[in-house]
């Protein structure tokens, strides 16, 4: 059956495609000029553009549904194509790993100094390498680990690792898919690590909570084998493209000091000197909040260029819907299962009685900046990391990714979520109430 979507350039791949641009994303969103798009003229969202091949580049509408999904997951894994879709939307339920080729690289991810996860790392490194033949990345300072450094019978597994360090080695090309041991941390930090398609990631509960874990780490050959094989449910967590708008204040104090000796600077050319931009992408929550300062946080939020409403509190969670149970949940959210395609925007701590969360659909472009009359600064980050300030002037920019993070399940997307609630967080656990006996029966 043929794939949804395809991996980079191979035997078997079209070599007329070039660089091509999802039809409900923005225009810095591109797929892989190496990418085949065979057969994605047939599965657009209810908001498709002409068919491929007319165009090659496509522009999103404003169409309130999310972004269509780019559906192949690092070089080799894409979605098994399903020719009984409605209206052209894949079922959930239908979500199936295939492969293009056999995978060949597996990038593994632990948690870090967990002495516990010393010895199921190398169990899986050596069945990996020595029984499956697969090339193994691993991150620099796992392998600093002195149990690990000092483990001389470990050492002809290790030698054959390929290694990476974060924020300077590019891998999103080189992995095949990626197996997580630790807590939902470690699945947060693969996400990551891709700020592009990712690969399927098979997650180890051996952390704490493991949500966003399903496997348990006793039968795994014949999970990582079922896996290889391409013989797994698949779940698309989708994620937030965040563009942080930021200005240079020092830069500008500067150059505006040496403008006023010299001449007057045109407002476009200022308005690109000074301005910084970064881009994430979010698979659990963006939190703005108050930081530091003993101040309530004072930010507008725009949906769509319109200011929807002004948060006064502790702050705000912008989440998926994976990162409804997260942070989300604390604050008194609902809890979203992964499929829905939406975005909830939940307040920290409001100084309002009617402030309650929303959820809003998943093609909206969100927007939050300071109020004018903020009396301080907010503070802004990201899965819990690259935690920064945010002052006037500055932007965080929110939309839905079109690159999901691809989660193979134990069961299924539904069975696996439910179970999470009821292991994980004891969703509605109460002590059942008696029922009556023949004589209070009797009584009624």
């Known amino acids: 059956m043929d794939p949804e979507s395809f991996g980079p350039a191979g035997e078997d791949m079209s070599s007329e495609s070039s660089c091509y641009q999802c039809s409900a994303c923005h225009a810095d969103e591109e797929w892989s000029c190496s990418n085949s798009m065979r057969g994605r003229a047939k599965t657009r969202s209810l908001s498709a553009s002409p068919a491929l091949g007319s165009t090659k580049e496509f522009r999103r509408t404003r169409s309130l549904h999310g972004p269509c999904p780019v559906t192949t997951f690092g070089p080799k894994a894409c979605m098994l194509q399903n020719p009984k879709t409605i209206m052209h939307i894949q079922d959930p339920a239908s979500q199936r790993l295939t492969w293009n080729k056999p995978p060949k690289s597996v990038l593994v991810i632990k948690k870090i100094r967990d002495a516990s996860l010393l010895q199921p790392f190398k169990d899986l490194c050596i069945y990996l390498s020595e029984v499956n033949s697969m090339i193994v990345y691993v991150e620099k300072k796992v392998l600093e680990d002195p149990a690990i450094a000092n483990d001389d019978s470990f050492g002809p597994v290790k030698k054959k690792f390929c290694t990476f360090s974060e924020d300077y080695d590019d891998i999103s090309n080189q992995i095949?898919?990626?197996?997580?041991?630790?807590?939902?941390?470690?699945?947060?930090?693969?996400?990551?690590?891709?700020?592009?398609?990712?690969?399927?990631?098979?997650?180890?509960?051996?952390?704490?909570?493991?949500?966003?874990?399903?496997?348990?780490?006793?039968?795994?050959?014949s999970q990582?084998?079922?896996?290889?094989?391409?013989?797994?449910?698949?779940?698309?967590?989708?994620?937030?493209?965040v563009k942080v708008v930021k200005e240079h204040r020092e830069k500008k104090t500067m150059i505006q000091n040496g403008i006023e000796e010299n001449g007057v600077m045109s407002p476009s050319l200022e308005k690109e000197m000074f301005k910084q931009v970064m881009q994430y992408q979010v698979l659990n929550e963006v939190v703005v909040d108050r930081g530091p300062s003993s101040y309530l946080s004072n930010v507008d939020v725009f949906l769509d260029g319109h200011l929807i409403t002004t948060v006064q509190g502790d702050g705000v969670i912008v989440s998926t819907p994976t990162g409804s149970t997260a942070y989300a949940a604390a604050a008194g959210a609902s809890m979203i299962h992964p499929n829905v395609p939406a975005i909830m925007i939940t307040p920290i701590c409001p100084h309002s009685?009617?402030?309650?969360?929303?959820?809003?659909?998943?093609?909206?472009?969100?927007?939050?900046?300071?109020?004018?009359?903020?009396?301080?600064?907010?503070w802004v980050s990201f899965d819990g990391r690259k935690r920064q300030e945010i002052c006037?002037?500055?932007?965080?920019?929110?939309?839905?990714?079109?690159?999901?993070?691809?989660?193979?399940?134990?069961?299924?997307?539904?069975?696996?979520?439910?179970?999470?609630?009821?292991?994980?967080?004891?969703?509605?656990v109460r002590k059942k109430q008696n029922n009556f006996t023949v004589d209070e029966e009797e009584e009624f």
């Open 353 to 378: 009685l009617s402030f309650r969360p929303i959820v809003v659909p998943a093609g909206v472009e969100l927007k939050i900046m300071l109020s004018p009359d903020a009396r301080n600064t907010a």
């Open 176 to 221: 095949d898919f990626i197996i997580c041991l630790g807590g939902d941390g470690t699945l947060l930090y693969a996400s990551s690590l891709f700020p592009g398609s990712v690969p399927p990631v098979m997650a180890f509960h051996l952390g704490s909570l493991g949500f966003l874990t399903p496997f348990n780490f006793e039968n795994f050959q």
């Open 224 to 241: 990582v084998t079922q896996v290889i094989e391409g013989n797994a449910a698949l779940v698309l967590r989708s994620r937030l493209k």
């Open 392 to 428: 006037h002037g500055d932007s965080i920019n929110i939309t839905t990714s079109c690159y999901p993070l691809p989660s193979i399940c134990f069961q299924d997307p539904v069975s696996d979520w439910f179970e999470s609630l009821a292991e994980c967080l004891h969703w509605n």
